[in-house]
């Protein structure tokens, strides 16, 4: 196990999340073992690694998403904001709220562009100017200009990549601190993913974010933080093996096995 | 049969074509041809079963209303079937088949819908496993063992609850429930498997955004669903429309018939579900039952119901559908 370098000299100061000790099964499967990890404050922290290396599994403890698979089970602790996460007195719906997700394919719900944004808003009980927040969000996702003259129009009809930004309007309309992005680029074109990328440097003055990618020259252009996590061959248990400013680990890493990686030797 | 390498087709020239012309020939392949119109004749055999019926139903009924003693239009508006007195209004089995339906589907499609709601958002692997062999089984049981629990066990308990004044022995309320309780499992099935193919991802995204569990079922699974889910309900209204045993036995052996539709609806008597009537299809299965003569009235008779029926139907399926349409999320 390697505890974070991070040294806490970030922008709005300390950090969003601090995960420590944590370990996943699935059923009898020993998914990813012992991940400690901070997440500064509004700054964009990149999760690397090969396929199933369990970044994407640690990316969903952070929200409690796992709770949705009924086999899951998840040891350690999640503090946010002083608070674990996964105390007994905390309730995940609560969590979910402000600590949003963006999902690997985009999932807008099968309504129109302004309900999509508008439906968290809804179920949170939102009393302001729905039109008003929709249009905000729309504009900070840079999706407004494209999509003010069909509002009424189904998600669905957009391109992927305006979709994809439909998603991430949609996921802080509910004003969360934290958004997490599961590989929110994989499905999308060069120029779409280029887009979402600008929008994410953009959002970081705002929210802090987590994004799991498997490209790793995406992690180096985004990422202030980048976490590498691999996989043991023998019990294919996915680990932490290395964390620190995303420069200092793609241009000195300390752990040969992330050397390899990024110099592309294997993964 | 080998591909020749790269090389040698390159050089190869015109003896080469031939050669490659003649592997890449269009093949026979009788038994690929054979299969296609076998399958196409099974196809076939679906559509012209139903045009058969239909030319059939058709065909019989015209016979009725060829007749000099029936008039088209007493058919489609009196209130009064009496075949001895050669009174032929349908109206008096149209209001008990309707009342039954709406009966049945009033306890059908919350129940089934609640229940499909449950298990495909709610219940883990083992109240699944309990909950939905027992609706199979409920799907299993004959009608006429329906019928006589309706009229033993259902119909003494509306007696109970309401006075055995007012409810008589055969009503139309007991067997209707029945019927619910018949179709129940048709639409538990197809709603669930309605709301299980509503992609994950949706879920996610519901469920990502702090929404409940109540939340993400009621206003992302089930509307994306909704299409399935309206399917299950024509199925089970046209299901309930066409039951036979169990209004035979529990609803009562002749129409009740009024003098028009002032006496009908005026006083709301016809709406009445508590008293005794006879459905469109309990009618058939009545005088079909004895020793009906072919080209009498009577037998004629049977065929206009039975068109009438089929047509009632067709009609729901076809207004269910323009609804789903209207109002389903296409997520796909």
Not at chain 2, 61 to 66: G, H, S
Request: charged share 20%; hydrophobic share 45%.
């Amino acid at each position: 196990m390697v505890v974070s370098h991070v040294n806490g000299t970030t922008a709005g100061g300390g950090y969003a999340l601090t995960a420590s000790h944590l370990q996943v099964w699935y059923g009898d499967f020993h998914a990813v073992s012992d991940v400690s990890l901070e997440v500064p404050t509004h700054r964009i922290t990149a999760m690397i690694g090969p396929s199933g290396c369990g970044k994407s599994t640690i990316l969903r403890t952070f929200n409690r998403m796992n709770d949705l698979v009924d086999t899951a089970r998840v040891e350690g602790s999640v503090h946010y904001r002083g608070v674990d996460i996964y105390g007994p007195d905390v309730d995940p719906v609560e969590v979910r709220r402000r600590i949003g997700m963006v999902f690997q394919k985009p999932n807008p719900f099968p309504k129109s562009i302004f309900e999509n944004v508008a439906w968290g808003p809804r179920i949170h009980g939102f009393k302001g100017d729905m039109e008003q927040l929709v249009e905000a969000c729309l504009r900070r996702v840079v999706l407004w200009d494209e999509v003010k003259d069909k509002l009424n129009q189904s998600g669905l009809s957009l391109s992927g990549g305006q979709q994809q930004r439909l998603c991430i309007a949609r996921a802080i309309a509910v004003q969360p601190d934290i958004v997490l992005m599961d590989e929110p680029c994989s499905a999308l074109d060069p120029i779409a993913t280029l887009h979402i990328e600008e929008l994410m440097r953009d959002l970081a003055a705002q929210y802090t974010i987590v994004v799991v990618t498997h490209n790793m020259q995406q992690a180096a252009r985004v990422s202030d933080y980048t976490a590498f996590f691999s996989v043991i061959p023998e019990t294919r248990t996915g680990e932490l093996v290395e964390v620190g400013p995303t420069d200092r680990i793609f241009d000195s890493p300390e752990e040969p096995r992330t050397n390899d990686y990024i110099t592309g030797r294997f993964g | 049969m080998s591909v020749k390498p790269g090389a040698e087709l390159l050089t190869g020239g015109l003896g080469m074509e031939v050669g490659v012309r003649k592997e890449l020939a269009r093949r026979r392949r009788p038994f690929e041809q054979f299969m296609h119109g076998a399958l196409w004749l099974c196809g076939a055999i679906s559509i012209l079963t139903t045009i058969g019926i239909v030319y059939m139903l058709g065909q019989e009924a015209l016979l009725f209303f060829r007749r000099p003693e029936v008039r088209l239009t007493e058919f489609l508006t009196s209130w009064t079937w009496q075949p001895q007195t050669l009174q032929f209004g349908i109206w008096p089995l149209v209001n008990a088949t309707m009342g039954a339906s709406l009966i049945a589907m009033a306890l059908a499609l919350p129940l089934g819908l609640l229940i499909a709601i449950y298990l495909s958002e709610y219940a883990d692997a083992r109240a699944r496993r309990i909950l939905k062999p027992v609706l199979e089984v409920l799907a299993g049981i004959p009608t006429v063992v329906y019928g006589y629990f309706a009229l033993t066990f259902v119909t003494p308990i509306l007696r109970n609850l309401f006075g055995i004044e007012v409810v008589e022995i055969f009503n139309i309320a007991s067997a209707g429930l029945v019927i619910g309780v018949l179709v129940l499992p048709t639409v538990t099935s197809m709603s669930e498997d309605a709301l299980r193919a509503v992609p994950v991802a949706l879920r996610e995204a519901a469920v990502g955004l702090g929404a409940t569990r109540l939340e993400t079922s009621v206003r992302v699974v089930v509307p994306a669903a909704l299409s399935g889910i309206s399917a299950a309900f024509i199925v089970a209204m046209s299901r309930a429309v066409g039951e036979t045993m169990i209004v035979a036995v529990a609803a009562g052996a002749g129409p009740r018939n009024f003098a028009g539709w002032g006496e009908a609806l005026g006083g709301l008597k016809a709406l009445n579900l508590f008293q005794s009537a006879e459905t469109m299809t309990g009618h058939i299965v009545r005088i079909s039952g004895g020793d009906i003569s072919y080209d009498s009235l009577d037998y004629d008779s049977l065929f206009a119901i039975g068109l009438l029926l089929f047509l009632m139907t067709l009609g729901l399926n076809i207004f269910s559908r323009a609804i789903a349409r209207r109002f389903r999320e296409r997520y796909d």
